[in-house]
RNA sequence: GGGCCGGUAGCUCAGCGGUCAGAGCAGCGGACUCAUAAUCCGUCAGACCCGGGUUCGAAUCCCGGCCGGCCUACCA
């Protein structure tokens, strides 16, 4: 994690005691409530794995793909969690919050799973050896999804010694998934929640696939196993982890599967990162050194600029509110090229050949340094190492949005940069 | 098999009932020199997967098909 510059707060083990106890404490309770009973499952099982069989398993003639032998009907009695009981609470869940599920493609997906009717789900096992034990009997363990979906809420006890979590930070206000298991948190896990009596996260939010596309053209799931990797741990190595996570955010909308690929990571790497942020940082701060010793004039910003740029904060803002991650970052980089226009616009290196344009030229290099700083504050969630390298050169630490506007004051004197994003060099 | 999602310029994507279908990149032409030969301007480019249907009008809605993705009880 930390090479992807990323931190967590606490690793949830499913095998914690205190996990454990939350678990047979909750669901206990869930059976009080009245949404357990006794049923039965029936599938196909193979005798050499002793295990069910899902479709996708099952190979040609009903055999076992694994041992090549016949799998046989057999049913398992089970403890079942009564779904169905959910039928309406969850209908009525979707229809009053319809940004529950996002992005609207995913609300869809669930809602569509919602209205084809709910059926009552297995809750635990009989024939695993590990898991968590039903406390009322024994003999079974839980389906790992009951087990696994609750470490949301039971990690907020003891993660801290001594200190519950729970009241802070549940319910939850954004939970983060990929798309293939929509279905256990958009349904099952309100539907437990609510059987449990606790509170439902605001909102789920599904993230898509990272796909490749092959030789021959077709897309696939990226994995390893498949070798059509870009491999992360490659590009951080040679590019940065601010890289990576822009290239991903930027080249695949958020919410959707998109391909991505290493002929794509470069084109954006030098087309956008090095030659229109990067080289914009450089080209700044070298034309104030230049023509004023690195010192920014203490005027108020070029007007016109600050109406195009003033306005960013608060749609990105309001994009990011709503998840639309890959649209925020379109918004911002809008800044990053208009600067880069504004320097074409004004020719500083011409008004520098003439004293008599002095005034003009304090007004630009101000426009530009401050300008510099607004595009950090609205790039820092998708580029955070790098702009705090930015931040150093211009003297500046505040990451506010709401200092997101043009204006006088804040960098008063700018030191030369090194490539915030250097190329390659071969 | 069933359910759901997607298939738009060479590439990555936006548009999802109503002007000649858009952006960025790549290509081509030009300007400029402050800068990581970077930037800026202009320009070329598409059977909107295929076949039906609804409509005054469809890339956009409906039906069928083809291709790709995810789910369909134990990695979460």
Request: aromatic share 10%; charged share 25%.
């Amino acid at each position: 994690m930390p090479r992807l510059n990323v931190s967590n707060d606490f690793f949830v083990r499913t095998s914690d005691p205190e996990h454990k106890a939350c678990v047979q404490e909750i669901l206990t309770r869930v059976k009080d409530n009245g949404y357990v009973e006794l049923g039965t499952y029936e599938g196909w099982y193979c005798p050499r794995c002793a295990d069910f069989k899902t479709e996708s398993e099952i190979a040609e003639g009903n055999t076992c793909p694994i041992h090549k032998i016949a799998l046989v009907r057999e049913s398992e009695e089970n403890w079942f969690f009564k779904l169905s009981a959910f039928q309406e609470p969850l209908e009525k869940l979707f229809a009053d919050n319809p940004d529950f599920v996002r992005p609207r493609h995913r609300f869809n997906e669930a809602h569509a799973f919602l209205s084809q009717g709910l059926q009552d789900v297995s809750l635990s096992r009989g024939k695993l050896t590990w898991g968590v034990e039903v406390p009322w009997d024994p003999e079974h363990v839980f389906y790992v999804w009951f087990d696994a979906l609750l470490n949301y809420v039971t990690a907020l006890s003891y993660a801290r010694p001594g200190d519950d979590l729970t009241e802070r930070f549940w319910p939850a206000q954004i939970q983060l998934i990929g798309k293939d298991i929509l279905k256990f948190h958009t349904i099952y896990w309100p539907a437990l929640l609510m059987a449990a009596g606790l509170e439902l996260p605001e909102h789920v939010v599904v993230h898509g696939f990272l796909l490749m596309r092959d030789a021959d053209g077709t897309e696939h799931k990226m994995s390893k196993s498949l070798g059509n990797v870009l491999d992360p741990f490659q590009i951080i190595d040679d590019f940065g982890a601010d890289a990576l996570r822009y290239y991903c955010l930027r080249e695949v909308r958020f919410g959707q599967d998109g391909a991505v690929s290493t002929s794509g990571f470069a084109a954006r790497y030098e087309g956008e990162l090095a030659n229109e942020f990067g080289n914009l940082a450089s080209r700044t701060t070298a034309m104030i050194h230049r023509y004023r010793d690195g010192e920014v004039p203490a005027i108020q910003p070029d007007h016109a600029i600050a109406q195009e740029l003033d306005p960013l904060a608060a749609q990105i803002e309001e994009l990011i509110d709503a998840s639309e991650l890959t649209q925020a970052l379109d918004v911002a980089w809008t800044a990053v090229r208009r600067l880069n226009r504004y320097v074409e616009e004004q020719a500083p290196w011409a008004l520098a050949k003439d004293d008599s344009n002095a005034a003009q030229l304090d007004l630009v290099l101000a426009t530009l340094a401050d300008g510099l700083r607004l595009i950090g504050v609205l790039l820092h969630p998708w580029l955070p190492a790098s702009v705090e390298k930015l931040f150093a050169a211009i003297g500046v630490d505040d990451l506010a949005l709401s200092t997101a506007r043009l204006q006088p004051g804040l960098v008063t004197r700018v030191e030369r940069i090194a490539p915030l994003f250097p190329k390659p060099q071969d």
